[in-house]
């Protein structure tokens, strides 16, 4: 038999740059899912500043994500929080000076506040290319083992994904390579069909969701794992092989277990 474990799919739409009233909020629905006996709070993507990855102060609130799973014995994945990192110097660069880039990266936060898991994100949405270094070379596709277990003590292993990663098939493959058997997706989907052309409009509005409800169940049923991805409003949801969507919010009827 499966072991039953709670998740909270904290959907928060966030402000534009109040990080600490953002951080605020995401705190209150950690502690309040915490009460509520989940294993497991995962956030969305670019929770603390909304779509502006050039914002640098967000680095300190890992610490604190930290310290809230310590006090609530809890796993947290903090959505993802952007990065200010050296990078190699560039051969058209000048003297020893060193060139910075910005990551955008999701963390697994074990029940005694340690750093279980780290992931960069891969395939980028096109307006975060400008600003945002892909994790290519930085971070493959790894799995790990979480505190979380089968009924004979076995870790789950875990890997993690970030929102357009959903979309490319060889990262889910990697990680069940490594043994994957849950994905968690942190996700910042706008879903208002601002990146669609017009003659994709006018085919189908939705299709953004649409597309999201297919490739989830595809990529649960195709690799045998349970996926989840936390949006930051809409279309969250949860899929475990065979069984299809077990909770989601924000579309449509749903079968629950």
């Given amino acids: 038999m499966a072991p039953f474990y709670k998740i909270a799919i904290i959907q928060l739409q966030p402000k534009d740059?109040?990080?600490?009233?953002?951080?605020?909020?995401?705190?209150?629905?950690?502690?309040?899912?915490?009460?509520?006996?989940?294993h497991l709070a995962i956030?969305?993507?670019?929770?603390?500043?909304?779509?502006?990855?050039?914002?640098?102060?967000?680095?300190?609130y890992l610490p604190r994500y930290q310290a809230l799973a310590r006090e609530l014995s809890i796993n947290i994945v903090p959505g993802t929080i952007t990065e200010?990192?050296?990078?190699?110097?560039?051969?058209?660069?000048?003297?020893?000076?060193?060139?910075?880039?910005?990551?955008?990266?999701?963390?697994?936060?074990?029940?005694?506040g340690a750093i279980l898991a780290s992931y960069q994100k891969a395939n980028l949405w096109h307006s975060e290319r400008p600003h945002l270094t892909a994790g290519v070379s930085h971070a493959p596709h790894r799995a790990f083992d979480t505190p979380l277990a089968w009924p004979d003590g076995r870790p789950i292993r875990a890997g993690m994904l970030i929102c357009w990663d959903l979309a490319f098939p060889e990262a889910f493959r990697a990680l069940?390579?490594?043994?994957?058997?849950?994905?968690?997706?942190?996700?910042?989907?706008?879903?208002?069909?601002?990146?669609?052309?017009?003659?994709?409009?006018?085919?189908?509005?939705?299709?953004?969701?649409?597309?999201?409800?297919?490739?989830?169940?595809?990529?649960a049923f195709e690799n045998?794992?349970?996926?989840?991805?936390?949006?930051?409003?809409?279309?969250?949801?949860?899929?475990?092989?065979?069984?299809?969507?077990?909770?989601?919010?924000?579309?449509?009827?749903m079968r629950r277990s």
């Fill in 17 to 38: 740059v109040a990080i600490a009233d953002n951080y605020a909020r995401a705190e209150s629905f950690i502690r309040k899912a915490a009460a509520e006996g989940a």
């Fill in 43 to 60: 956030l969305p993507e670019y929770h603390l500043t909304s779509l502006h990855p050039r914002l640098r102060r967000v680095a300190t």
């Fill in 84 to 112: 200010v990192h050296s990078a190699p110097k560039r051969d058209d660069s000048e003297g020893d000076s060193q060139d910075r880039e910005i990551r955008n990266m999701a963390y697994w936060l074990s029940p005694e």
């Fill in 176 to 219: 069940l390579r490594d043994g994957a058997e849950l994905v968690v997706i942190p996700s910042f989907w706008l879903l208002d069909g601002s990146d669609l052309d017009e003659d994709r409009k006018g085919m189908n509005k939705e299709c953004e969701g649409l597309f999201i409800d297919s490739v989830m169940v595809a990529r």
């Fill in 224 to 253: 045998e794992c349970v996926v989840v991805l936390c949006n930051k409003g809409g279309l969250s949801q949860a899929v475990v092989p065979v069984y299809g969507p077990v909770a989601g919010l924000g579309w449509g009827s």
